[in-house]
């Protein structure tokens, strides 16, 4: 195979495998006038097109490198058209991993391979000139737009394991880590619930517990302690961690486990007043009551001060009193923090007093030039409208009146209200229906024809009490992946024609719409084939018919054809022949 | 859940469990007169039977102990079944795992969840009365008839680690280790493949090798070293791995990383004259051609004589030059060894001169009392006619005569042939049909009216010659397990009435048959949808008929409905979607 010529090879090739002839379409037409050289060699066509453009002198395609292979790196990559630039993903994992499943890992009820699709695959599938490279970033050099990285893997000695890799345009899209809030003894002791490994990981330790508490060296209180499991963080991803282990537990393993049945025990520690607290209050109180019937130990108001290898020690908020309580095994699921690296690159650029990485509503980092950052590693450090609002009237005001005419004020209102999305949320939250009535509202000075400039302040600086920071989940991460792409594909265009608002301290037009968070509702799996599910609109839906509406979103979110085939056949499995409790 | 009373616990899951109800029924059939006393705890129906039986004073069941869930252990369980044995599994593996596919896991043909069953619910499916453990046996004390055990988990550190065993009888199904001849460098450097972590872990250093080679950092040099993988070993283990690693990279991997193509290479190195040398001239010399056409660099006569991080060495058996090549990844096949802890064993029981377990025909441990083993732990120490020449001599001649007459002749020799398999053999390889033609063969003295006890003497004596280990295959082990759960079932019967050959040197019969291997043939896939077949009788079949005759004897032979469901779905799976490269 190795040794033949490679024009014997790459024809065998081609009759062997027709979908190769894509490739060597998809080669050529990005190619454009090297299409005879193409023909020769597709294997190499990518790099081979390089070398040449460059040496023939045409402009240069400009380098975009993205960190991170999550929803939003991913998202961008998929919603990335144009072919005019050239891509390099660097990332720890080589794989896109549909974490919205990740608890249901935890127990078996889907399969890893089931929910993960290769990166190389992904950009195959689109056409694009990717190169990805399996990698961590350790640095970002933004003075010589350089990013360093070096290979995660430690067991294969030849060659270097650090690189560098030039960049026009950075995307960063690593991701958050699972954050312990230094509570002493959690990274040593505690599950997290970020990457597959973790969720095998609990897998095994749970079965471990179950073996462990079969033995005959372990007395009837010790098997009581080994098989008591507890959950730290009522957010989503706790609560369906204990809703999938309590189903593992009662539907799987107490056949298999009888004696064990009565001396298993879940606890669900959560330090506000409610689990699932950011979903409709309906929501949590069916949680709570469905956990209880379940026999789950809802805990709230009690924070987790110390974890050892036997016991967790929790405070409770209103008393203040300190106890400890044996554990077999502990997931700590009570939300994310910022990831050495970014912190690092957060000291670089001035950013050294904030929690998490701060970009403006273009996803552009502050202070720095063509760095982008997206998903749950940043966060839209939203503009006050207080701040620009001298500069906002001065643009409106362009009679110097200091009144604004109906006509000056409409020709700044769109743009005002682009720029602030805030000032549409106060809006709703007031229930207006415009911005004239808010005016209306904030001064009795209102007429219909001309807006005073102090009523117009007074009625703006309202609207900044309802800025808030979006939510750390995938269904950001990946508008904002698909905006930045979408951005990228009409880069060129929207230099030439800008479509953005109004710029109030500059000239001109901003070059693209900001970005803007459209909320499709989140859900929650309850266990016992229940899910709670809430969609904009305070439209509520619990119970049996919101798990098939679960199943299906799911399934037309999932990446490709054999991830949707796998998921739905590992269900199918999971109902016919149960969860699988070998421990490997 | 937990919380609630037993009653009301007990009820509800049976109105939510059906199947449990079956668990019921079985319980209350073996535990006979105490059915009434068992609808009110079924859970812990079979420790309180125990219990129960004991205080009663009613006959204690005899406890057998089985150490290990591999082929051998796994056939004696399935085979069990008498309910008249507490038995109890000691194993580090809570699953049997169907290793005939292990080599297809190591490039994702097949998941590993598809090809394990856990040993828990095998047993439930027998309705046995059996405990498992999931521990490692370290010690066997035949003094105390006491097994020492010990957790494999490090993970948890609530009770203790150890315990003991007592048995009446023990079952030795331990398996081997991977054998290393004591080359240096290969525990630390080279896989081995014998269980589904080492599956796994080659899978992962696979695609290791790939995403390494992918990185800028690595020269093209560096880049072939990296993509050479070496298996050291040229059984079905070794070539089955090469071949699906060959599959992997020609249909998946040249899709996604078609820069790399070119440089991957695949040597296997075998110290013998030819590979798969325990298969037929035809079937080696149609894989070896095979190979040598997909560009599997096959390396005969070659003994690897130590392994670095960076190359591996080897020294040719003609000419003993030793040469080193880099290397990115080493699988080691070569064949196995006796574990350590059965080594420690062997020596306590005078059996340290032995390289490997030694029982006699009915698989008891020599030197032992109640002591069997089955499977790759141990061999079958044929017993040599001429060793028992003289005891089978007077048996015969009962009337002390100096010649046998026919009657006489007849009274053993069925005897002879059952209790020295070798004879049996010796008159197949010599192709005659009876005992006559041999005694016809070494004796003009023959006569068909008595047969003269130097002619008989001379005749048994060529027999040890065919004295032939029994290969360490799942094939055996698994006849092996079910041989001696026969044995077990009809422990009773068979003291009354002995079934087995003649005790030469002592009285009476023994009680049961010997074990006899049946050879059901072997088969090798050679990759690309290509198998070798061999049935006994000489019968070779090779090419893409035999892989479906290879299919369907696997999914026949596989453990449960789940296994062979898995296993096709996974074989449809990758004929639609491919292998999955992520490396998780």
Same mark, same amino acid.
């Given at each position: 195979?190795?040794?033949?010529? &490679?024009?014997?090879?790459?024809?065998?090739?081609?009759?062997? +495998?027709?979908?190769?002839?894509?490739? %060597? /379409?998809?080669?050529?037409? $990005?190619?454009? =006038? %090297?299409?005879?050289?193409?023909?020769?060699?597709? &294997?190499? $066509?990518?790099?081979? +097109?390089?070398?040449?453009? !460059? $040496?023939?002198?045409? $402009?240069?395609?400009?380098?975009?490198? @993205? %960190?991170? *292979?999550g929803w939003a790196g991913v998202s961008f990559l998929k #919603?990335?058209?144009?072919?005019?630039?050239?891509v390099e993903v660097v990332s720890p994992h080589n794989y896109f991993l549909f974490t919205p499943l990740l608890p249901s890992i935890t127990c078996g009820t889907v399969e890893p391979r089931s929910i993960v699709e290769p990166i190389r695959s992904i950009t195959k599938k689109k056409g694009l000139d990717v190169q990805f490279r399996e990698a961590a970033c350790y640095k970002i050099d933004p003075q010589n737009k350089k990013v360093y990285c070096r290979t995660t893997q430690d067991n294969n000695s030849c060659g270097k394991n650090e690189f560098s890799v030039d960049?026009?345009?950075?995307?960063?899209?690593?991701?958050?880590?699972?954050? *312990?809030?230094? *509570?002493?003894? /959690?990274?040593?002791?505690?599950?997290?619930?970020?990457? @597959?490994?973790?969720?095998?990981?609990?897998?095994?330790s749970v079965i471990d517990c179950f073996e462990r508490a079969s033995l005959p060296c372990i007395s009837e209180e010790e098997r009581k302690k080994i098989l008591h499991f507890v959950v730290v963080g009522g957010g989503p991803a706790g609560v369906e961690f204990a809703a999938e282990l309590h189903d593992f537990v009662s539907e799987d393993l107490a056949k298999l486990y009888p004696s064990l049945k009565d001396d298993v025990s879940i606890t669900l520690l959560e330090a506000g007043d409610h689990i699932l607290n950011m979903f409709d209050r309906r929501i949590t109180k069916f949680a709570e009551e469905k956990f209880s019937r379940d026999g789950i130990d809802v805990k709230t108001g009690s924070q987790v001060v110390k974890v050892t290898a036997k016991e967790i020690s929790t405070k409770e908020r209103t008393t203040g009193h300190v106890s400890s309580t044996p554990y077999g095994m502990c997931l700590w699921a009570t939300g994310i923090g910022a990831r050495p690296e970014i912190i690092e690159f957060m000291k670089q650029i001035g950013q050294a007093n904030r929690r998490v990485l701060a970009t403006d509503e273009w996803l552009r980092v502050e202070g720095c030039d063509g760095i982008y950052a997206v998903g749950d590693?940043?966060?839209? #450090? !939203?503009?006050?409208?207080?701040?620009?609002? =001298?500069?906002?009237?001065?643009?409106?005001? *362009?009679?110097?009146?200091?009144t604004l005419s109906l006509e000056e004020f409409h020709g700044v209102i769109d743009d005002v209200m682009e720029r602030y999305p805030q000032l549409e949320l106060h809006l709703k939250s007031k229930q207006m229906s415009s911005i004239h009535d808010l005016l209306k509202n904030s001064s009795e000075k209102y007429s219909s024809t001309e807006v005073d400039i102090e009523t117009f302040k007074s009625a703006l600086s309202q609207a900044d009490s309802q800025m808030k920071n979006l939510p750390a989940t995938a269904q950001v991460a990946a508008q904002q992946g698909a905006y930045l792409a979408n951005c990228f594909n009409r880069m060129e265009e929207c230099e030439k024609y800008p479509e953005g608002p109004l710029r109030f301290r500059g000239e001109g037009r901003h070059r693209f719409h900001p970005f803007r968070y459209k909320? %499709?509702?989140?859900?929650?799996?309850?266990?016992?084939?229940q899910t709670a599910f809430q969609l904009p609109g305070d439209w509520v839906s619990i119970g049996y018919s919101s798990q098939w509406l679960w199943y299906s979103v799911y399934v037309s979110k999932l990446v490709s054809w054999r991830t949707r085939v796998l998921v739905v056949s590992d269900w199918g499995r999971r109902f016919i022949f149960g969860r699988d409790s070998s421990r490997i």
């Open positions: 195979m190795w040794g033949a010529s &490679f024009y014997e090879r790459a024809s065998r090739l081609f009759q062997q +495998y027709p979908s190769l002839s894509k490739l %060597l /379409v998809v080669a050529t037409v $990005s190619g454009g =006038s %090297l299409a005879a050289f193409h023909e020769g060699r597709p &294997f190499h $066509s990518r790099t081979a +097109y390089a070398e040449a453009a !460059q $040496s023939e002198g045409e $402009s240069k395609k400009k380098k975009v490198v @993205v %960190l991170g *292979t #919603n990335l058209k144009s072919s005019s630039y050239d960049y026009d345009y950075l995307i960063i899209a690593m991701g958050a880590k699972s954050n *312990t809030f230094n *509570t002493p003894g /959690v990274e040593e002791h505690a599950h997290f619930l970020k990457a @597959v490994e973790d969720a095998l990981k609990i897998r095994k590693c940043a966060t839209v #450090n !939203q503009r006050r409208i207080m701040e620009d609002i =001298s500069h906002i009237i001065s643009k409106a005001d *362009t009679g110097k009146s200091g909320h %499709l509702g989140m859900f929650a799996p309850l266990g016992g084939e």
